[in-house]
């Protein structure tokens, strides 16, 4: 299964409103998850099983969608939410794990 | 506090073997299944394989890239997964994350991750 972000480059101010997208090359049900990595750091869970968020997060990250279209939200961007942002699914058979290419949300 | 520490990464030829680690703690090691990922400089996430844990089998999956190559292993007394390294090549350059898996009802997320430790393959 094939996962691809858009847009690449998001660029915004403090405070306004991300929308990212995942479209899934197949069907993934409600089973697609959202990572943020910024520079230097490793990457952290924010959404499991399409709208769950992970422990910690805020909530103002929030995720939606089923099937092959997902978007993860980001109701008023923090200083600290400019990263790159993955989109995960687990396929059963074969076995495996994959990533989008991922959307950097950078200031404008 | 969950922590995950990788180590054993290093300037390695092409060819060579190396065994990295990661030692775990702040949760019961043994009843989570353990995943590697890498990700070369500059590019993305990809994943290396999981091993899960032994009351699920202990058993492994891997990516089709490394499978044949490279052996996850654990020792749940230890704490510690291991991610041995065969065979290695020049695009296997990346840093490598341990992580803990997270079950949910039908799929695995990732839920805690190191900091990563970086293996370099000269040829």
């Known amino acids: 299964i094939v996962l691809t972000q858009s847009p690449a480059t998001l660029s915004l101010s403090p405070g306004e409103r991300a929308t990212l997208s995942c479209r899934a090359s197949?069907?993934?049900?409600?089973?697609l998850g959202w990572y943020q990595q910024k520079p230097g750091q490793a990457p952290r869970l924010l959404i499991f099983?399409?709208?769950n968020r992970a422990t910690g997060i805020p909530a103002r990250f929030s995720g939606s969608g089923s099937g092959t279209d997902f978007t993860l939200t980001i109701s008023s961007l923090e200083p600290e939410d400019f990263a790159v942002y993955y989109c995960?699914?687990?396929?059963?058979?074969?076995?495996?794990?994959?990533f989008g290419g991922g959307t950097k949300v950078e200031i404008k | 506090e969950v922590q995950l520490v990788e180590s054993g990464g290093g300037l390695v030829q092409a060819g060579r073997s190396l065994r990295l680690s990661c030692t775990a703690s702040?949760?019961?090691?043994?009843?989570?299944?353990m995943s590697w990922f890498r990700q070369a400089p500059g590019k993305g996430l990809e994943w290396v394989g999981f091993?899960?844990?032994?009351?699920?089998?202990?058993?492994?999956d891997y990516d089709a890239s490394v499978k044949g190559r490279f052996t996850i292993s654990r020792d749940d007394s230890k704490n510690i997964a291991y991610l041995q390294m065969n065979s290695l090549k020049t695009e296997d350059t990346a840093m490598y994350y341990c992580?803990?898996?997270?079950?949910?009802?039908?799929?695995?997320?990732?839920?805690?991750w190191g900091q990563g430790t970086l293996v370099s393959v000269s040829s």
């Open positions: 992580t803990r898996v997270l079950v949910t009802s039908s799929s695995s997320y990732f839920d805690y």
């Open positions: 702040g949760f019961t090691f043994g009843d989570y299944a």
């Open positions: 099983d399409t709208s």
């Open positions: 197949q069907s993934v049900s409600d089973y």
């Open positions: 995960q699914q687990r396929s059963g058979w074969p076995p495996e794990v994959t």
């Open positions: 091993i899960r844990s032994k009351a699920s089998g202990g058993t492994t």
